[in-house]
C-alpha cells in the first residue's frame, strides 16, 4: 500500500440550507489517481474547493500530509494551500490567462520560486545573476511541460487562442508547473473527443508514474476514469455511496442505482456530457 | 447579398440614421437651440434653431455613411501583435518609440520652439507620466482607480510643505514625496482592494475626493483653498533660474555666461519631467519582465487562477496600488515645482477622469498608446481654442471617434514578458 497523501474527514460544506457536501470521509494516496465521481450537483467541485481554500468547509478535517510534516488545509487560506501545501487544481470552465502567453502561463505559475529568486522584486530590478538563472531554470520547466503537451511551437501564442483540447492541456501542465503534492483536477475530459481522452489518459497515468504525486480527478467520461483511477470514490448528493477499485465500484448497486435511477441493469455508469 | 436584401440594408440604415438623428434633436435642442446673453445686465435666453438643424442633419448623415462604410476600410481593433514582436520582425513602434524620444529631446532647441510651445509639451509630459503611473494599476493589474489624482495631490502637497516647512529642495523632496504617496496608496489599498470592478472605482472615487476634501478644510496645514503659494523653483545643480541671485548665489545664466532668459527655466523643467517621464517607462518596462509584473497581469486576466497558483493577491495588488502612486507622487511633485503655486483646485475629480482617458483612449497597458492618447488630449483642446466654446464638442467627438474606431484604445498591442526563441522553439 502506498502512503496515504491526503485525509478527508467528515467534510461537511452547507450553503444555507443545502447541504452541498455530507459527512464525506475518504483518503488519498500518494503516486495513486483517485477518482471522485457522482451525478451532476453531487459536490464534486465543492470538494475540491474546500480543498484548495476557496470554501471554508462547515465541519470536517483536511490532513495533507506532506513532505514536510501534516498540514490542517481546512485552516489554510487559499493561496497559502497553492504555495506552501503545494496543492495544485484546474477549474472545470477552465481558468488560462486568456491574453498572456502559452509560455507566460506557466511562468506565472512558478511566480513564488522566482519572487524569491528576485529578491522580492529588487534584487531582480539591479539585476542580480540569482534571478537570471532561476529565470532560466523556470524556463527549461517550462519547455519540458510544453514539450510534453505538444505545444512548443505555440509557446508564444495567446493562450486564449489555442483550441479547447490544448487549453485543457496547457491548464494541466500550468498546475504541474507549480511542483504540486497534490493535483486536482475538475473534470479534465470534459469537452474532448474520444481520441484526445485517450491522450489524456496516457498524459495523466505518465505524471503518475513520473512525478509520484498524488492525483484527484473529478470525471464523467467513464473511459478515462475507469481506465486510469487506482480508486473511486462516488459522490450523490453529497454523500460518499461507494468507494473502491474500478472494479468494485462499477458493479456496486448503489452506484447503478444513482447514475441509472432503476437497480436491474449491470451496465458501466453511462457517459454523459 | 441577394437583391431582396438591399432594400432591407436601406431601411435599416435609415431607421438607424434616424433614431440618431432623434437622439442628437433631443441632445442639441437645450444644449445648442438655446443661449443666453447679457442685456443690460439680465441674461436673456435666446434660441437658434437653425444651429440644431444643421446638427441634426450632419448626425443623420454621419449615421447613414457609417452603414455605408466600405467593410474594407474598417481598420481592425486588435491584431494578432504577439506573432509580430515575438518572432523579431521589424517593429513599427520600437521606430516610432525611438522617433518620438529623439523628437523629444531635441524639443527645446528646434528654431519653430516658443515658450508656448514648450509649455504646452511639459504639459504633456505631465500627463504622459501620469498615464504609465495609472498604467501600472489600471493597464498591468487591471485595478480600475477613479481616483489617482489623489496621489497626484498627495506628492505636490509633499513636496510644497517640505519646501517650505523644512527648506528640502526638490531633489531631497522627491524621494520623500514618492515614498508618501506610496504609503498613501498602501493605507487606501488595504482596506479596498477586496473589492472588485466596479466597486473598487466607487472607492477610489471617494478617496479622490476625500483628499481634496481635507486639502480645503485643514487650513492650517495646507493653506486651504487658498492653497500654498511661493513654493520653491527648482535650481539646476544649485544653480538658480533668476535674473539676479542672491548674495553668494550664481545663476544658471552667469554660470554658463548667457543672456538671461526665462526660457532656460522652461527647458530646465521640461527636460526635467521627460527624464521622470522616461524613468517611469524604464520601470515600467523592466518590472513586466519580472515575476510581479507577469503577477500583476495575470491577476488582472484570472484572480482566482491566480489564488490557485499560489500568488498571493492582496499583496500583489498593493504593490501594483503603490508603485503606480509612487509614480503619480513624483509627478505632483514636479506639478508643485513647476507652478510654484498650489490649491485644492488642482485636484478635482476632472483630473483623474483625464488620466484615465489618457491610459484608456491609448490602449489600456500600452506605453506608446499613452502618449499618443496624452498628446491628443492635451494639444486637441489647445488647437480647438479659436472655436472657444466648441472646445468641447471637438474634443468629445474625438473621444467618440476613437472609441468607434479603435476600441481598445489607439494602440492596444501587448508584448509577450518572455518568449522562446525561434531556435527552441523549431528544435523541439
Ligand atoms: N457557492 C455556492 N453557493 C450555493 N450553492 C452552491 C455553491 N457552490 C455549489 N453549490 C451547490 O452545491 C451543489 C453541488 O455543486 P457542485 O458544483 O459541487 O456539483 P458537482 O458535483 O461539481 O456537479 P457537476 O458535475 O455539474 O460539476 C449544487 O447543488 C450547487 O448548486
Ligand atoms: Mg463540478
Redesign the pocket.
Given at each position: 500500500m502506498k502512503p496515504v497523501l491526503l485525509e478527508v474527514e467528515h467534510l461537511t460544506m452547507r450553503?444555507g440550507g443545502?447541504i452541498?457536501v455530507d459527512d464525506l470521509s475518504f483518503a488519498a494516496r500518494q503516486g495513486e489517481i483517485t477518482a471522485i465521481i457522482?451525478p451532476?450537483?453531487?459536490?464534486?467541485?465543492?470538494v475540491f474547493n474546500c480543498l484548495t481554500g476557496f470554501y471554508k468547509p462547515t465541519v470536517g478535517r483536511l490532513t495533507l500530509h506532506h513532505p514536510a510534516g501534516p498540514l490542517l488545509l481546512e485552516q489554510m487560506e487559499g493561496f497559502r494551500i497553492a504555495a506552501r501545501a503545494r496543492v495544485a487544481r484546474t477549474f472545470?470552465n477552465i481558468r488560462l490567462f486568456p491574453r498572456m502567453t502559452v509560455l507566460e502561463n506557466l511562468i506565472v505559475a512558478q511566480h513564488n520560486v522566482l519572487m524569491r529568486a528576485s529578491g522580492f522584486t529588487l534584487g531582480a530590478l539591479f539585476g542580480l545573476p540569482r534571478y537570471r538563472h532561476a529565470e532560466q531554470d523556470a524556463l527549461e520547466r517550462s519547455c519540458l511541460w510544453l514539450e510534453r503537451i505538444g505545444l512548443v511551437t505555440r509557446a508564444n501564442d495567446e493562450a486564449g487562442s489555442l483550441p479547447y483540447g490544448d487549453q485543457r492541456r496547457l491548464e494541466i501542465a500550468r498546475a504541474m508547473c507549480t511542483d504540486p503534492v497534490l493535483l486536482c483536477l475538475d473534470?479534465p475530459a470534459a469537452g474532448l473527443n474520444p481520441r484526445e481522452s485517450a491522450e489524456l489518459n496516457q498524459f495523466l497515468t505518465g505524471i503518475r508514474e513520473r512525478e509520484k504525486i498524488g492525483i484527484l480527478l473529478?470525471e464523467?467520461d467513464m473511459s478515462v476514469v475507469m481506465g486510469i483511477s487506482d480508486h473511486i470514490v462516488v459522490?450523490d448528493y453529497g454523500k460518499r455511496i461507494a468507494s473502491g477499485s474500478p472494479g468494485t465500484v462499477r458493479r456496486d448497486p448503489a452506484v447503478i442505482r444513482a447514475y441509472l435511477g432503476e437497480p436491474e441493469s449491470d451496465a458501466v455508469p453511462a457517459e454523459r456530457t | 447579398m441577394t437583391e431582396a436584401a438591399v432594400p432591407t440594408r436601406i431601411a435599416s440604415a435609415m431607421k438607424e440614421a434616424g433614431l440618431a438623428a432623434f437622439v442628437a434633436l433631443v441632445l442639441a435642442m437645450p444644449m445648442v437651440g438655446l443661449y443666453t446673453v447679457d442685456e443690460g445686465g439680465v441674461l436673456v435666453v435666446r434660441t437658434r434653431f437653425d444651429w440644431v438643424l444643421i446638427g441634426v442633419l450632419v448626425v443623420f448623415a454621419g449615421r447613414l455613411a457609417m452603414a455605408y462604410w466600405p467593410a474594407t476600410l474598417r481598420i481592425p481593433a486588435r491584431r494578432d501583435a504577439a506573432h509580430v514582436a515575438a518572432d523579431g520582425h521589424f517593429n513599427i513602434l520600437k521606430f516610432l518609440g525611438i522617433a518620438a524620444i529623439s523628437l523629444a529631446v531635441l524639443l527645446p532647441v528646434l528654431p519653430v520652439t516658443d515658450r508656448y510651445v514648450i509649455d504646452v509639451a511639459t504639459t504633456v509630459l505631465i500627463y504622459v507620466m501620469l498615464g504609465w503611473g495609472l498604467n501600472i494599476v489600471v493597464g498591468l493589474a487591471g485595478l480600475l482607480d477613479l481616483g489617482y489624482v489623489a496621489f497626484y495631490a498627495v506628492g505636490a502637497y509633499s513636496f510644497a510643505l517640505l519646501a517650505r516647512n523644512f527648506g528640502l529642495n526638490f531633489w531631497e523632496c522627491l524621494p520623500l514625496a514618492g515614498a508618501l504617496a506610496a504609503l498613501c496608496g498602501i493605507l487606501l489599498g488595504f482596506p479596498v482592494l477586496r473589492l472588485r470592478g466596479d466597486y473598487l472605482a466607487i472607492v477610489t472615487l471617494g478617496f479622490g475626493e476625500m483628499i481634496r476634501i481635507v486639502l480645503i478644510n485643514w487650513q492650517s496645514f495646507t493653506g486651504g483653498p487658498n492653497g500654498l503659494t511661493s513654493i520653491p523653483r527648482p535650481s539646476f545643480f544649485g544653480l538658480p533660474f533668476t535674473r539676479n541671485p542672491e548674495e553668494g548665489e550664481t545663476a544658471f545664466h552667469q554660470f554658463f555666461g548667457l543672456e538671461f532668459a526665462p526660457y532656460h527655466r522652461l527647458a530646465f523643467l521640461y527636460y526635467l519631467i521627460l527624464a521622470l517621464a522616461l524613468v517611469t517607462n524604464a520601470f515600467t518596462m523592466r518590472i513586466r519582465r519580472l515575476p510581479i509584473g507577469r503577477a500583476w497581469e495575470a491577476l488582472r486576466e484570472d484572480e482566482i487562477a491566480c489564488r490557485a497558483l499560489g500568488i498571493n493577491p492582496t499583496n500583489t495588488k498593493l504593490t501594483a496600488f503603490a508603485i503606480g502612486a509612487m509614480f503619480g507622487g513624483f509627478a505632483g511633485s514636479f506639478f508643485a515645482a513647476r507652478q510654484g503655486f498650489i490649491s485644492p483646485e488642482s485636484f478635482t475629480f476632472i483630473e483623474s477622469a483625464m488620466i484615465l482617458a489618457v491610459v484608456v483612449l491609448g490602449g489600456m497597458g500600452s506605453q506608446i498608446g499613452v502618449v499618443l492618447a496624452a498628446t491628443l488630449l492635451v494639444v486637441l483642446p489647445e488647437l480647438g481654442r479659436e472655436f472657444a466654446e466648441f472646445r468641447m464638442v471637438l474634443f468629445g467627438a474625438a473621444m467618440i471617434a476613437i472609441m468607434i474606431w479603435r476600441p481598445h484604445g489607439l494602440l492596444a498591442r501587448r508584448d509577450p514578458s518572455i518568449v522562446l526563441p525561434p531556435a527552441r522553439r523549431g528544435a523541439a
Open positions: 450553503f443545502l452541498a457522482g451532476n450537483g453531487a459536490g464534486k467541485t465543492t472545470q473534470e473529478i464523467h459522490l | -
